[in-house]
Nanobody, 122 residues
Framework: QVQPVESGGGLVQVGGSLRLSCTASVSRIIGSINGMAWYRQAPGKQRELVASITRGGSINYADSVKGRFTISRDNAKNTVYLQMNSLKPEDTAAYYC??????????????WGQGTQVTVSS
């Protein structure tokens, strides 16, 4: 079962910090976790990429979070983290973890977590 499991959301005041975590697992016999990423979706808006990190450590951030958010991962634990600092009301959204699985037999599949709510109050 690859289903990513997120934790760490909550309510925080403007300027505060939160750390999100997401763990996904797949049997090494059949595949491996390649890219991991965080997306977010605010009410009435489309889901957007927040940050992504490859297995080798290449990182990409949305312009809106550069300098405030930091993504990292522990490959041994198949866990990705999102450290969010200097939070703003516009960061309020449901945050979703995405895990890309590479299968030994070939091909890739995307899996999504159930989402964790982040609310920034002004």
């Amino acid at each position: 079962q690859v289903q990513p499991v997120e934790s760490g959301g909550g309510l925080v005041q403007v300027g505060g910090s939160l750390r999100l975590s997401c763990t996904a697992s797949v049997s090494r016999i059949i595949g491996s976790i390649n890219g991991m990423a965080w997306y977010r979706q605010a009410p009435g808006k489309q889901r957007e990429l927040v940050a992504s990190i490859t297995r080798g450590g290449s990182i990409n951030y949305a312009d809106s979070v550069k300098g405030r958010f930091t993504i990292s991962r522990d490959n041994a634990k198949n866990t990705v983290y999102l450290q969010m600092n200097s939070l703003k009301p516009e960061d309020t959204a449901a945050y979703y973890c995405n895990a890309q699985v590479g299968w030994k037999i070939g091909g890739e599949s995307d899996y999504w977590g159930q989402g964790t709510q982040v609310t920034v109050s002004s």
